[in-house]
Protein backbone atom coordinates (compact mmCIF):
# COMPACT_ATOMS: atom_id res chain seq x y z
CA UNK A 1 0.00 0.00 0.00
CA UNK A 2 2.95 2.28 0.86
CA UNK A 3 4.32 1.89 -2.62
CA UNK A 4 1.36 2.65 -4.46
CA UNK A 5 0.88 5.91 -2.08
CA UNK A 6 4.53 6.95 -3.12
CA UNK A 7 3.70 6.24 -7.09
CA UNK A 8 0.32 8.27 -6.85
CA UNK A 9 1.94 11.28 -4.80
CA UNK A 10 5.21 10.89 -7.10
CA UNK A 11 3.04 11.57 -10.32
CA UNK A 12 0.85 14.29 -8.47
CA UNK A 13 3.80 15.90 -7.96
CA UNK A 14 4.75 15.82 -11.40
CA UNK A 15 1.15 18.10 -11.97
CA UNK A 16 2.30 21.16 -9.90
CA UNK A 17 5.47 21.04 -10.83
CA UNK A 18 3.64 21.81 -13.98
CA UNK A 19 1.54 23.89 -12.45
CA UNK A 20 -1.64 22.09 -13.08
CA UNK A 21 -3.47 23.32 -10.18
CA UNK A 22 -7.06 21.93 -10.60
CA UNK A 23 -5.92 18.75 -11.36
CA UNK A 24 -3.09 18.37 -8.72
CA UNK A 25 -5.25 19.81 -6.06
CA UNK A 26 -8.03 17.14 -6.65
CA UNK A 27 -5.78 14.18 -6.67
CA UNK A 28 -3.75 15.63 -3.46
CA UNK A 29 -7.38 15.70 -1.88
CA UNK A 30 -7.82 12.14 -2.65
CA UNK A 31 -3.93 11.54 -1.07
CA UNK A 32 -4.90 13.38 1.88
CA UNK A 33 -7.99 11.73 2.47
CA UNK A 34 -6.71 8.24 1.92
CA UNK A 35 -4.09 8.72 4.18
CA UNK A 36 -5.91 9.90 6.87
CA UNK A 37 -8.39 7.10 6.83
CA UNK A 38 -5.59 4.58 6.45
CA UNK A 39 -2.65 4.84 8.11
CA UNK A 40 -2.25 2.15 10.33
CA UNK A 41 -2.46 0.07 6.91
CA UNK A 42 -0.10 1.84 4.86
CA UNK A 43 2.65 1.70 7.87
CA UNK A 44 1.84 -1.87 9.02
CA UNK A 45 4.83 -3.26 9.63
CA UNK A 46 6.90 -0.03 10.20
CA UNK A 47 8.12 1.89 13.53
CA UNK A 48 6.49 4.49 15.60
CA UNK A 49 8.94 6.44 15.21
CA UNK A 50 8.91 6.92 11.51
CA UNK A 51 5.32 7.05 11.30
CA UNK A 52 5.28 10.11 13.57
CA UNK A 53 8.07 11.68 10.86
CA UNK A 54 5.28 11.01 8.66
CA UNK A 55 2.45 12.60 10.53
CA UNK A 56 4.96 15.88 11.21
CA UNK A 57 5.68 15.98 7.51
CA UNK A 58 1.95 15.80 6.58
CA UNK A 59 1.09 17.99 9.05
CA UNK A 60 3.93 20.58 6.70
CA UNK A 61 2.51 19.40 3.51
CA UNK A 62 -1.05 20.63 4.90
CA UNK A 63 0.55 23.69 5.58
CA UNK A 64 1.75 24.26 2.17
CA UNK A 65 -1.68 22.85 1.08
CA UNK A 66 -3.50 25.86 3.08
CA UNK A 67 -1.53 28.30 1.48
CA UNK A 68 -1.66 26.75 -1.87
CA UNK A 69 2.56 26.50 -2.10
CA UNK A 70 2.78 24.32 -5.44
CA UNK A 71 5.90 24.24 -5.60
CA UNK A 72 6.22 23.84 -1.61
CA UNK A 73 4.10 20.83 -2.36
CA UNK A 74 5.85 19.20 -5.02
CA UNK A 75 9.24 19.33 -3.46
CA UNK A 76 7.42 18.00 -0.30
CA UNK A 77 5.50 15.00 -2.35
CA UNK A 78 8.64 14.41 -4.40
CA UNK A 79 11.72 14.90 -2.31
CA UNK A 80 10.67 14.97 1.41
CA UNK A 81 7.75 13.24 2.11
CA UNK A 82 9.12 9.26 2.39
CA UNK A 83 12.41 9.98 3.01
CA UNK A 84 12.36 8.70 6.32
CA UNK A 85 15.93 9.35 6.64
CA UNK A 86 15.64 12.99 6.40
CA UNK A 87 13.68 14.59 9.62
CA UNK A 88 13.25 17.99 8.60
CA UNK A 89 11.80 19.40 5.31
CA UNK A 90 13.63 22.18 3.37
CA UNK A 91 11.63 25.71 4.45
CA UNK A 92 12.20 28.91 2.23
CA UNK A 93 13.09 32.01 4.17
CA UNK A 94 13.93 35.43 2.92
CA UNK A 95 16.38 34.54 0.89
CA UNK A 96 14.81 31.81 -1.12
CA UNK A 97 11.10 32.82 -0.73
CA UNK A 98 8.98 35.68 -0.93
CA UNK A 99 6.69 36.40 2.21
CA UNK A 100 3.31 38.15 0.94
CA UNK A 101 2.51 39.69 4.32
CA UNK A 102 1.34 36.70 6.15
CA UNK A 103 4.71 35.01 7.25
CA UNK A 104 4.67 32.02 5.41
CA UNK A 105 7.82 32.13 2.42
CA UNK A 106 6.80 30.85 -0.89
CA UNK A 107 9.38 29.52 -2.74
CA UNK A 108 10.73 30.46 -6.78
CA UNK A 109 12.33 27.63 -7.18
CA UNK A 110 12.49 24.19 -6.36
CA UNK A 111 14.77 23.39 -3.46
CA UNK A 112 16.19 20.44 -4.34
CA UNK A 113 16.38 19.71 -8.21
CA UNK A 114 15.81 23.16 -9.76
CA UNK A 115 16.90 21.50 -13.14
CA UNK A 116 14.70 18.32 -12.76
CA UNK A 117 11.59 20.92 -11.65
CA UNK A 118 12.40 22.61 -15.41
CA UNK A 119 12.28 19.47 -17.68
CA UNK A 120 9.06 18.46 -15.81
CA UNK A 121 7.00 21.64 -16.32
CA UNK A 122 8.71 21.61 -20.47
CA UNK A 123 7.76 18.40 -20.66
CA UNK A 124 4.05 19.30 -20.60
CA UNK A 125 4.39 20.82 -24.02
CA UNK A 126 6.65 18.19 -25.46
CA UNK A 127 3.08 17.12 -27.90
CA UNK A 128 1.41 20.38 -27.83
CA UNK A 129 -0.97 20.81 -31.41
CA UNK A 130 0.81 21.92 -33.75
CA UNK A 131 0.67 25.89 -34.36
CA UNK A 132 -0.14 26.40 -30.99
CA UNK A 133 1.11 29.30 -29.23
CA UNK A 134 2.15 29.38 -25.82
CA UNK A 135 2.68 32.57 -23.71
CA UNK A 136 5.24 31.43 -19.79
CA UNK A 137 4.88 33.50 -16.99
CA UNK A 138 8.10 33.76 -14.74
CA UNK A 139 11.90 34.36 -14.12
CA UNK A 140 12.89 30.13 -14.03
CA UNK A 141 16.16 30.00 -16.52
CA UNK A 142 16.18 26.84 -16.16
CA UNK A 143 12.89 25.96 -16.99
CA UNK A 144 12.90 28.55 -19.88
CA UNK A 145 16.08 26.35 -21.42
CA UNK A 146 14.32 23.23 -21.48
CA UNK A 147 11.63 25.47 -23.29
CA UNK A 148 13.61 26.65 -25.88
CA UNK A 149 14.81 23.17 -26.48
CA UNK A 150 11.82 22.14 -26.56
CA UNK A 151 9.99 24.75 -29.16
CA UNK A 152 13.23 24.91 -31.23
CA UNK A 153 12.54 21.66 -32.73
CA UNK A 154 9.17 22.57 -33.93
CA UNK A 155 8.97 26.27 -35.97
CA UNK A 156 5.37 25.71 -36.47
CA UNK A 157 5.02 26.43 -32.35
CA UNK A 158 5.59 29.81 -30.80
CA UNK A 159 6.84 29.80 -27.51
CA UNK A 160 6.92 33.65 -25.94
CA UNK A 161 8.11 33.86 -22.10
CA UNK A 162 7.21 36.73 -19.92
CA UNK A 163 9.42 37.55 -17.29
CA UNK A 164 8.17 39.73 -14.20
CA UNK A 165 10.10 42.80 -14.88
CA UNK A 166 8.50 42.54 -18.63
CA UNK A 167 4.93 41.87 -17.22
CA UNK A 168 2.65 44.92 -18.09
CA UNK A 169 5.06 46.61 -20.21
CA UNK A 170 4.64 47.72 -23.79
CA UNK A 171 6.72 45.60 -25.56
CA UNK A 172 4.29 42.67 -23.93
CA UNK A 173 1.17 44.20 -25.33
CA UNK A 174 2.58 44.60 -29.07
CA UNK A 175 4.44 40.78 -28.79
CA UNK A 176 0.81 39.23 -27.76
CA UNK A 177 -1.13 41.43 -30.70
CA UNK A 178 1.50 39.81 -32.92
CA UNK A 179 1.54 36.13 -31.60
CA UNK A 180 -2.19 35.64 -31.41
CA UNK A 181 -3.83 35.99 -34.24
CA UNK A 182 -7.08 34.43 -36.33
CA UNK A 183 -5.85 31.16 -37.09
CA UNK A 184 -4.34 29.87 -33.68
CA UNK A 185 -6.71 31.69 -30.99
CA UNK A 186 -8.25 28.42 -30.48
CA UNK A 187 -4.45 27.50 -29.17
CA UNK A 188 -2.78 29.67 -27.20
CA UNK A 189 -2.15 28.72 -23.64
CA UNK A 190 -1.14 31.00 -20.46
CA UNK A 191 0.58 29.38 -17.86
CA UNK A 192 2.62 30.18 -15.51
CA UNK A 193 5.94 28.31 -13.81
CA UNK A 194 4.60 27.44 -10.10
CA UNK A 195 4.24 29.69 -7.54
CA UNK A 196 4.84 32.94 -9.70
CA UNK A 197 0.89 33.11 -10.44
CA UNK A 198 0.83 33.69 -6.51
CA UNK A 199 3.61 35.50 -5.90
CA UNK A 200 3.40 38.17 -8.61
CA UNK A 201 -0.66 37.38 -9.00
CA UNK A 202 -1.54 40.91 -9.88
CA UNK A 203 0.64 40.64 -12.55
CA UNK A 204 -0.28 37.39 -13.99
CA UNK A 205 -3.83 37.90 -13.45
CA UNK A 206 -3.25 41.63 -16.00
CA UNK A 207 -1.09 39.49 -17.93
CA UNK A 208 -4.33 36.71 -18.30
CA UNK A 209 -6.48 39.56 -18.96
CA UNK A 210 -4.74 40.41 -22.09
CA UNK A 211 -3.74 37.36 -23.13
CA UNK A 212 -7.91 36.83 -23.52
CA UNK A 213 -8.56 40.39 -24.35
CA UNK A 214 -6.50 39.17 -27.64
CA UNK A 215 -8.00 35.93 -28.25
CA UNK A 216 -11.77 37.57 -28.09
CA UNK A 217 -10.77 40.31 -30.37
CA UNK A 218 -9.58 37.91 -32.61
CA UNK A 219 -12.89 36.20 -32.78
CA UNK A 220 -14.58 38.97 -32.73
CA UNK A 221 -12.93 40.39 -35.91
CA UNK A 222 -12.75 37.17 -37.94
CA UNK A 223 -16.09 37.68 -39.82
CA UNK A 224 -15.52 41.23 -40.42
CA UNK A 225 -12.29 40.17 -41.77
CA UNK A 226 -14.02 37.56 -44.49
CA UNK A 227 -16.66 39.96 -45.11
CA UNK A 228 -14.24 42.90 -46.05
CA UNK A 229 -11.34 41.67 -47.52
CA UNK A 230 -12.85 42.22 -51.06
CA UNK A 231 -13.75 45.57 -50.55
CA UNK A 232 -10.07 46.22 -48.82
CA UNK A 233 -8.35 45.30 -51.29
CA UNK A 234 -10.70 47.32 -54.01
CA UNK A 235 -10.75 50.22 -51.95
CA UNK A 236 -6.52 50.17 -52.49
CA UNK A 237 -6.71 50.01 -56.25
CA UNK A 238 -9.03 52.65 -56.34
CA UNK A 239 -7.07 54.78 -53.55
CA UNK A 240 -3.63 54.20 -54.99
CA UNK A 241 -3.60 57.22 -57.17
CA UNK A 242 -4.66 59.19 -54.32
CA UNK A 243 -1.86 57.97 -51.89
CA UNK A 244 0.87 58.38 -54.10
CA UNK A 245 -0.30 61.89 -54.59
CA UNK A 246 -1.07 62.51 -51.11
CA UNK A 247 0.83 62.37 -47.41
CA UNK A 248 1.32 60.75 -44.76
CA UNK A 249 0.59 60.39 -40.33
CA UNK A 250 4.21 60.50 -40.36
CA UNK A 251 4.64 63.20 -42.37
CA UNK A 252 2.05 64.87 -40.21
CA UNK A 253 3.37 63.59 -36.70
CA UNK A 254 6.53 64.75 -37.76
CA UNK A 255 5.76 68.73 -38.95
CA UNK A 256 3.76 68.60 -35.50
CA UNK A 257 6.93 67.56 -33.27
CA UNK A 258 8.64 70.65 -34.72
CA UNK A 259 5.81 72.89 -32.79
CA UNK A 260 5.90 73.33 -28.51
CA UNK A 261 2.38 72.54 -28.22
CA UNK A 262 2.53 73.24 -24.57
CA UNK A 263 -0.46 72.35 -22.50
CA UNK A 264 -2.69 72.66 -25.34
CA UNK A 265 -5.31 69.88 -24.92
CA UNK A 266 -6.32 67.88 -28.35
CA UNK A 267 -10.05 66.77 -28.09
CA UNK A 268 -11.29 63.96 -29.39
CA UNK A 269 -14.94 63.93 -30.61
CA UNK A 270 -16.55 60.87 -30.69
CA UNK A 271 -20.51 60.10 -31.95
CA UNK A 272 -22.13 58.66 -28.73
CA UNK A 273 -25.43 60.16 -27.55
CA UNK A 274 -24.34 62.11 -24.52
CA UNK A 275 -22.28 64.69 -27.14
CA UNK A 276 -26.17 65.92 -27.28
CA UNK A 277 -25.64 67.63 -24.19
CA UNK A 278 -22.23 68.97 -24.62
CA UNK A 279 -21.66 69.38 -28.01
CA UNK A 280 -22.19 73.77 -28.43
CA UNK A 281 -19.48 73.80 -25.64
CA UNK A 282 -16.99 73.11 -27.84
CA UNK A 283 -17.08 76.41 -29.73
CA UNK A 284 -15.25 77.92 -26.72
CA UNK A 285 -12.62 75.19 -27.51
CA UNK A 286 -11.80 76.35 -31.06
CA UNK A 287 -8.57 77.23 -31.99
CA UNK A 288 -7.45 76.79 -28.15
CA UNK A 289 -7.50 73.01 -28.82
CA UNK A 290 -6.95 70.47 -31.37
CA UNK A 291 -10.66 69.42 -32.59
CA UNK A 292 -9.89 65.50 -34.25
CA UNK A 293 -13.54 64.69 -35.38
CA UNK A 294 -14.40 60.47 -36.25
CA UNK A 295 -16.37 60.17 -39.18
CA UNK A 296 -19.47 59.47 -37.38
CA UNK A 297 -19.31 62.70 -35.07
CA UNK A 298 -18.44 65.00 -38.06
CA UNK A 299 -22.46 65.98 -39.47
CA UNK A 300 -23.23 67.18 -35.92
CA UNK A 301 -20.11 69.01 -35.23
CA UNK A 302 -20.45 70.92 -38.68
CA UNK A 303 -24.32 71.17 -38.12
CA UNK A 304 -23.58 73.23 -35.24
CA UNK A 305 -20.78 75.07 -36.44
CA UNK A 306 -17.89 73.57 -34.87
CA UNK A 307 -15.06 73.75 -36.64
CA UNK A 308 -12.62 70.63 -36.66
CA UNK A 309 -9.20 70.77 -36.80
CA UNK A 310 -8.71 67.27 -38.16
CA UNK A 311 -11.45 64.28 -39.20
CA UNK A 312 -10.31 60.30 -39.15
CA UNK A 313 -11.58 57.83 -40.58
CA UNK A 314 -10.31 54.35 -40.71
CA UNK A 315 -13.22 51.84 -41.37
CA UNK A 316 -12.77 50.00 -44.59
CA UNK A 317 -16.55 49.82 -44.82
CA UNK A 318 -17.75 53.03 -43.37
CA UNK A 319 -20.87 53.61 -44.51
CA UNK A 320 -21.83 56.61 -47.03
CA UNK A 321 -24.46 58.56 -44.45
CA UNK A 322 -21.56 60.22 -41.64
CA UNK A 323 -19.52 61.83 -45.68
CA UNK A 324 -23.02 63.29 -46.94
CA UNK A 325 -22.37 66.95 -45.55
CA UNK A 326 -21.44 69.06 -47.56
CA UNK A 327 -18.67 70.63 -45.26
CA UNK A 328 -17.11 67.54 -45.05
CA UNK A 329 -15.33 67.53 -48.00
CA UNK A 330 -13.21 70.59 -47.01
CA UNK A 331 -11.46 69.05 -44.07
CA UNK A 332 -8.20 67.93 -43.68
CA UNK A 333 -8.56 63.83 -43.16
CA UNK A 334 -6.94 61.09 -41.91
CA UNK A 335 -7.78 57.75 -44.04
CA UNK A 336 -6.70 54.56 -43.72
CA UNK A 337 -5.34 53.03 -47.18
CA UNK A 338 -8.06 51.28 -47.59
CA UNK A 339 -11.04 53.20 -46.43
CA UNK A 340 -13.79 53.88 -49.33
CA UNK A 341 -12.72 55.22 -52.21
CA UNK A 342 -15.85 57.30 -52.13
CA UNK A 343 -14.78 59.46 -49.09
CA UNK A 344 -11.01 59.81 -50.22
CA UNK A 345 -11.88 61.01 -53.45
CA UNK A 346 -14.57 63.59 -52.47
CA UNK A 347 -11.60 64.85 -50.13
CA UNK A 348 -10.72 68.66 -51.56
CA UNK A 349 -8.69 69.44 -48.36
CA UNK A 350 -5.30 67.59 -47.34
CA UNK A 351 -5.13 63.62 -46.68
CA UNK A 352 -2.98 62.11 -44.68
CA UNK A 353 -2.82 58.60 -45.42
CA UNK A 354 -1.75 55.39 -42.59
CA UNK A 355 -0.61 52.21 -43.57
CA UNK A 356 -3.74 49.41 -42.75
CA UNK A 357 -4.23 45.52 -43.67
CA UNK A 358 -3.64 44.38 -47.44
CA UNK A 359 -1.11 47.13 -47.98
CA UNK A 360 1.60 45.50 -47.51
CA UNK A 361 2.71 44.88 -51.72
CA UNK A 362 2.69 48.61 -52.10
CA UNK A 363 4.22 49.43 -48.72
CA UNK A 364 7.48 47.51 -49.69
CA UNK A 365 6.94 49.04 -53.30
CA UNK A 366 7.08 52.58 -51.05
CA UNK A 367 9.68 51.85 -49.15
CA UNK A 368 12.28 50.11 -51.33
CA UNK A 369 11.74 52.85 -54.26
CA UNK A 370 11.64 55.90 -52.43
CA UNK A 371 12.32 55.79 -48.57
CA UNK A 372 8.76 56.27 -47.61
CA UNK A 373 6.91 54.72 -44.44
CA UNK A 374 3.24 55.86 -44.11
CA UNK A 375 2.76 54.97 -40.50
CA UNK A 376 0.27 53.71 -38.36
CA UNK A 377 -1.91 54.53 -36.04
CA UNK A 378 -2.68 51.83 -32.94
CA UNK A 379 -6.07 50.78 -32.57
CA UNK A 380 -8.19 48.34 -30.32
CA UNK A 381 -11.00 48.43 -32.98
CA UNK A 382 -12.97 51.31 -33.20
CA UNK A 383 -11.49 55.19 -34.82
CA UNK A 384 -11.42 56.79 -31.70
CA UNK A 385 -8.60 54.46 -30.64
CA UNK A 386 -7.03 55.43 -33.63
CA UNK A 387 -7.92 59.56 -33.26
CA UNK A 388 -6.37 58.48 -29.40
CA UNK A 389 -2.91 56.85 -30.77
CA UNK A 390 -2.64 59.90 -32.86
CA UNK A 391 -3.07 62.71 -30.67
CA UNK A 392 -0.25 60.75 -28.55
CA UNK A 393 1.91 60.55 -31.08
CA UNK A 394 1.67 64.49 -32.66
CA UNK A 395 3.06 65.02 -29.28
CA UNK A 396 -0.47 66.46 -27.16
CA UNK A 397 0.46 65.82 -23.59
CA UNK A 398 -3.23 66.68 -22.21
CA UNK A 399 -6.31 64.57 -23.99
CA UNK A 400 -9.90 65.14 -23.46
CA UNK A 401 -12.67 62.67 -25.00
CA UNK A 402 -16.19 64.23 -25.85
CA UNK A 403 -18.63 61.71 -26.58
CA UNK A 404 -16.85 58.41 -26.01
CA UNK A 405 -19.96 57.14 -24.51
CA UNK A 406 -18.89 53.49 -24.68
CA UNK A 407 -22.15 52.47 -24.01
CA UNK A 408 -25.92 53.19 -24.39
CA UNK A 409 -26.75 56.08 -22.91
CA UNK A 410 -30.30 56.65 -22.42
CA UNK A 411 -30.67 53.97 -24.56
CA UNK A 412 -29.43 55.21 -27.59
CA UNK A 413 -26.46 54.50 -29.83
CA UNK A 414 -25.13 57.71 -31.13
CA UNK A 415 -25.84 61.19 -30.81
CA UNK A 416 -28.86 62.93 -32.18
CA UNK A 417 -28.78 63.18 -36.33
CA UNK A 418 -26.39 60.31 -36.92
CA UNK A 419 -28.97 58.62 -39.29
CA UNK A 420 -28.46 55.34 -38.49
CA UNK A 421 -28.03 53.34 -42.09
CA UNK A 422 -25.49 51.06 -40.36
CA UNK A 423 -26.19 47.70 -38.50
CA UNK A 424 -27.67 48.71 -35.01
CA UNK A 425 -25.37 47.96 -32.45
CA UNK A 426 -27.27 47.33 -29.81
CA UNK A 427 -29.65 44.78 -31.82
CA UNK A 428 -26.41 43.09 -32.72
CA UNK A 429 -24.37 42.74 -29.45
CA UNK A 430 -24.53 40.96 -26.36
CA UNK A 431 -25.45 43.19 -23.34
CA UNK A 432 -23.79 43.42 -20.50
CA UNK A 433 -22.93 46.17 -17.87
CA UNK A 434 -20.29 48.63 -16.83
CA UNK A 435 -19.39 51.41 -14.59
CA UNK A 436 -21.14 54.63 -15.43
CA UNK A 437 -19.27 57.88 -15.50
CA UNK A 438 -20.18 59.65 -12.21
CA UNK A 439 -21.57 56.17 -10.57
CA UNK A 440 -23.78 53.31 -10.78
CA UNK A 441 -23.82 51.21 -13.89
CA UNK A 442 -24.75 51.74 -17.57
CA UNK A 443 -25.86 49.23 -20.34
CA UNK A 444 -23.08 48.21 -23.04
CA UNK A 445 -22.18 46.00 -25.01
CA UNK A 446 -18.74 43.08 -25.73
CA UNK A 447 -17.81 45.37 -29.12
CA UNK A 448 -17.74 48.46 -26.90
CA UNK A 449 -16.37 46.67 -23.46
CA UNK A 450 -13.20 45.99 -26.22
CA UNK A 451 -12.91 49.58 -26.90
CA UNK A 452 -12.66 50.96 -23.20
CA UNK A 453 -10.62 48.07 -22.15
CA UNK A 454 -8.11 49.06 -25.24
CA UNK A 455 -8.06 52.75 -23.87
CA UNK A 456 -7.88 52.16 -20.36
CA UNK A 457 -4.63 49.44 -21.06
CA UNK A 458 -3.23 52.31 -22.94
CA UNK A 459 -3.88 54.88 -20.55
CA UNK A 460 -1.88 52.98 -18.11
CA UNK A 461 0.58 52.25 -20.32
CA UNK A 462 1.33 55.73 -20.61
CA UNK A 463 0.84 56.80 -17.30
CA UNK A 464 2.66 60.31 -16.50
CA UNK A 465 3.29 60.66 -19.92
CA UNK A 466 -0.08 62.11 -20.89
CA UNK A 467 -3.37 63.69 -18.95
CA UNK A 468 -6.58 61.74 -20.18
CA UNK A 469 -9.88 63.90 -18.90
CA UNK A 470 -12.88 62.24 -19.83
CA UNK A 471 -15.51 65.02 -20.43
CA UNK A 472 -18.23 62.57 -21.80
CA UNK A 473 -21.01 63.37 -19.65
CA UNK A 474 -23.12 59.72 -19.62
CA UNK A 475 -21.93 56.40 -20.75
CA UNK A 476 -19.14 53.97 -19.14
CA UNK A 477 -16.55 55.47 -17.35
CA UNK A 478 -12.54 54.90 -18.25
CA UNK A 479 -10.32 53.89 -15.87
CA UNK A 480 -7.12 56.32 -15.57
CA UNK A 481 -9.40 59.37 -17.05
CA UNK A 482 -10.16 62.38 -14.90
CA UNK A 483 -13.80 62.99 -15.10
CA UNK A 484 -14.90 66.71 -15.27
CA UNK A 485 -18.02 68.61 -17.37
CA UNK A 486 -16.73 69.68 -20.73
CA UNK A 487 -17.42 73.14 -19.76
CA UNK A 488 -14.88 73.00 -16.90
CA UNK A 489 -11.97 71.09 -18.87
CA UNK A 490 -12.36 73.82 -21.55
CA UNK A 491 -11.97 76.57 -18.87
CA UNK A 492 -8.84 74.83 -16.93
CA UNK A 493 -7.18 73.95 -20.32
CA UNK A 494 -8.18 75.35 -23.13
CA UNK A 495 -6.55 79.09 -22.95
CA UNK A 496 -3.53 79.18 -25.66
CA UNK A 497 -4.24 80.77 -29.15
CA UNK A 498 -3.12 78.07 -31.68
CA UNK A 499 -2.96 78.24 -35.49
CA UNK A 500 -3.10 74.92 -36.09
CA UNK A 501 -4.34 75.08 -39.90
CA UNK A 502 -1.44 76.16 -41.58
CA UNK A 503 0.53 73.64 -39.69
CA UNK A 504 -1.64 70.95 -41.61
CA UNK A 505 -1.33 73.07 -44.81
CA UNK A 506 2.13 72.91 -44.61
CA UNK A 507 2.71 69.11 -44.22
CA UNK A 508 4.56 67.88 -47.68
CA UNK A 509 3.76 65.00 -49.69
CA UNK A 510 5.18 61.90 -49.54
CA UNK A 511 6.50 61.48 -53.03
CA UNK A 512 8.15 63.67 -55.85
CA UNK A 513 7.29 63.87 -59.07
CA UNK A 514 10.15 62.04 -59.70
CA UNK A 515 9.82 59.29 -57.28
CA UNK A 516 5.74 58.93 -58.36
CA UNK A 517 7.06 58.18 -61.91
CA UNK A 518 9.37 55.53 -60.84
CA UNK A 519 6.34 54.18 -58.57
CA UNK A 520 3.97 53.84 -61.78
CA UNK A 521 6.84 52.13 -63.55
CA UNK A 522 6.96 49.39 -60.95
CA UNK A 523 3.16 49.53 -61.11
CA UNK A 524 3.20 49.33 -65.02
CA UNK A 525 4.57 45.53 -64.49
CA UNK A 526 2.02 44.05 -62.14
CA UNK A 527 0.19 42.24 -64.63
CA UNK A 528 3.45 40.33 -65.08
CA UNK A 529 3.94 39.69 -61.84
CA UNK A 530 0.40 37.88 -61.33
CA UNK A 531 1.26 36.07 -64.06
CA UNK A 532 4.42 34.49 -62.14
CA UNK A 533 2.84 34.13 -58.69
CA UNK A 534 -0.32 32.12 -60.52
CA UNK A 535 2.78 29.67 -62.09
CA UNK A 536 4.19 29.63 -58.71
CA UNK A 537 0.74 28.44 -57.21
CA UNK A 538 0.45 25.64 -60.29
CA UNK A 539 3.52 24.50 -59.41
CA UNK A 540 2.73 23.78 -55.78
CA UNK A 541 -0.18 22.20 -56.73
CA UNK A 542 1.42 19.56 -58.68
CA UNK A 543 3.57 19.23 -56.17
CA UNK A 544 0.90 18.30 -53.33
CA UNK A 545 -0.50 15.92 -56.16
CA UNK A 546 2.87 14.62 -56.22
CA UNK A 547 2.94 14.18 -52.31
CA UNK A 548 -0.56 12.47 -52.14
CA UNK A 549 1.10 9.70 -55.10
CA UNK A 550 3.95 9.02 -53.24
CA UNK A 551 2.27 8.66 -49.82
CA UNK A 552 -0.11 5.94 -51.61
CA UNK A 553 2.40 4.09 -53.46
CA UNK A 554 5.07 4.66 -50.66
CA UNK A 555 8.10 6.63 -50.48
CA UNK A 556 10.31 5.37 -53.58
CA UNK A 557 13.05 7.46 -54.34
CA UNK A 558 13.89 8.91 -50.75
CA UNK A 559 16.34 12.14 -52.49
CA UNK A 560 13.03 12.33 -54.87
CA UNK A 561 10.76 12.54 -51.82
CA UNK A 562 12.99 15.39 -49.99
CA UNK A 563 13.43 17.79 -52.98
CA UNK A 564 9.10 17.37 -53.39
CA UNK A 565 9.17 18.06 -49.43
CA UNK A 566 11.50 20.88 -49.62
CA UNK A 567 9.86 22.37 -52.70
CA UNK A 568 5.99 22.21 -51.11
CA UNK A 569 8.11 24.01 -48.15
CA UNK A 570 8.90 27.03 -50.24
CA UNK A 571 5.67 26.96 -51.25
CA UNK A 572 4.11 27.13 -47.82
CA UNK A 573 6.45 29.93 -46.81
CA UNK A 574 5.27 31.84 -50.40
CA UNK A 575 2.04 34.05 -48.48
CA UNK A 576 4.99 35.39 -45.92
CA UNK A 577 7.56 36.23 -48.68
CA UNK A 578 5.93 37.04 -51.53
CA UNK A 579 3.80 40.32 -50.68
CA UNK A 580 1.43 40.50 -53.65
CA UNK A 581 -0.02 37.19 -52.53
CA UNK A 582 -0.73 38.97 -49.21
CA UNK A 583 -2.68 41.35 -51.37
CA UNK A 584 -4.09 39.03 -54.09
CA UNK A 585 -5.93 36.73 -51.10
CA UNK A 586 -7.90 39.78 -50.40
CA UNK A 587 -10.30 39.10 -53.06
CA UNK A 588 -11.33 35.51 -52.43
CA UNK A 589 -10.81 34.99 -48.47
CA UNK A 590 -13.77 33.36 -47.89
CA UNK A 591 -12.33 30.84 -50.11
CA UNK A 592 -9.53 29.52 -47.81
CA UNK A 593 -10.46 30.75 -44.41
CA UNK A 594 -12.59 26.96 -43.62
CA UNK A 595 -9.18 25.53 -44.93
CA UNK A 596 -6.84 26.95 -42.71
CA UNK A 597 -9.55 26.24 -39.88
CA UNK A 598 -8.57 22.66 -40.52
CA UNK A 599 -5.37 22.70 -41.18
CA UNK A 600 -4.41 24.47 -37.71
CA UNK A 601 -6.81 23.07 -35.51
CA UNK A 602 -7.41 19.62 -37.05
CA UNK A 603 -6.34 16.80 -35.61
CA UNK A 604 -5.00 13.64 -36.70
CA UNK A 605 -5.32 14.54 -40.62
CA UNK A 606 -2.57 12.00 -42.28
CA UNK A 607 -0.12 13.69 -45.08
CA UNK A 608 -2.64 12.97 -47.72
CA UNK A 609 -5.88 14.75 -45.88
CA UNK A 610 -2.76 17.51 -44.92
CA UNK A 611 -1.93 17.66 -48.98
CA UNK A 612 -5.47 17.43 -50.14
CA UNK A 613 -5.83 20.96 -48.38
CA UNK A 614 -2.73 22.38 -49.23
CA UNK A 615 -3.72 21.64 -53.12
CA UNK A 616 -7.17 23.29 -52.39
CA UNK A 617 -5.59 26.35 -50.79
CA UNK A 618 -3.59 27.28 -53.50
CA UNK A 619 -6.35 26.87 -55.53
CA UNK A 620 -8.08 29.57 -53.58
CA UNK A 621 -4.93 31.62 -53.96
CA UNK A 622 -5.11 31.47 -57.67
CA UNK A 623 -8.88 32.32 -57.93
CA UNK A 624 -7.56 35.51 -55.07
CA UNK A 625 -4.93 36.05 -58.37
CA UNK A 626 -8.04 35.88 -60.84
CA UNK A 627 -9.99 38.35 -59.10
CA UNK A 628 -7.50 40.68 -58.29
CA UNK A 629 -6.68 40.56 -62.34
CA UNK A 630 -10.10 41.57 -62.42
CA UNK A 631 -10.07 43.88 -60.45
CA UNK A 632 -7.52 46.03 -61.74
CA UNK A 633 -8.54 45.28 -64.94
CA UNK A 634 -11.29 47.73 -64.28
CA UNK A 635 -9.39 49.86 -62.47
CA UNK A 636 -7.78 51.08 -65.91
Known amino acids: MLEELIKIC????????????????????????????????????????????????????????????????????????????????????????????????????????????????????????????????????????????????????????????????????????????????????????????????????????????????????????IRDASEIGKNILDNIEYILNGSSVNKLIERFKSEDLGEIPAIIVSAGPSLDKNIKELKKAEGKAFIIGVDSALRSLLDNGIKVDLAISVDPAKHRQPFEHDKIKELPFVFKVNSPNFAVKASKNKIFFEDGYGFKYYSEMLKSVAGVELGETKTGGSVANNAFSLAVDLGFKKIIFVGQDLAFTGGKNHVTGFINKEVSLRNKSIPSMAKAIGGGMVETSLQMSFYREWFEQRILELEGAIEVINATEGGAAIKGSSEMSLEAAIKENCSTEFDFESIISSVEPILSEEKQQQIHLRLDGLKEELDALENKLKSGIRDYRKLIEFEKLGKGNESEYRKLINRLGEINRLDEEVALLDFTRLFYKEGEEGITDDIYTGEGLSVTDIARKGEALLKSYIKGVDKCRVAIEGNN
Not at 26 to 35: A, E, N, Y
Not at 48 to 70: P, T, W
Not at 90 to 102: A, F, H, P, Y
Not at 157 to 177: D, I, N, Q, R, W
Open 10 to 225: GNCAELFYQNKSEEAYKILDGILTFTKTNLLNIFEGYSNEIVQLFMGKLRILIDRYNHKDNLGIADLLAFELFDFEKTVCKESDSENGVNLGDGYFYREYSLYDRKLAGRTFAEQFVNSKPYSTVVVFGDDETANDELKHIFETDDTKTLYLVTTEMAGKPEVEEKLSSVINVHNRELVQLVSFPNFDRIYENKFNELKSRVKYYIKLETFTKNSG
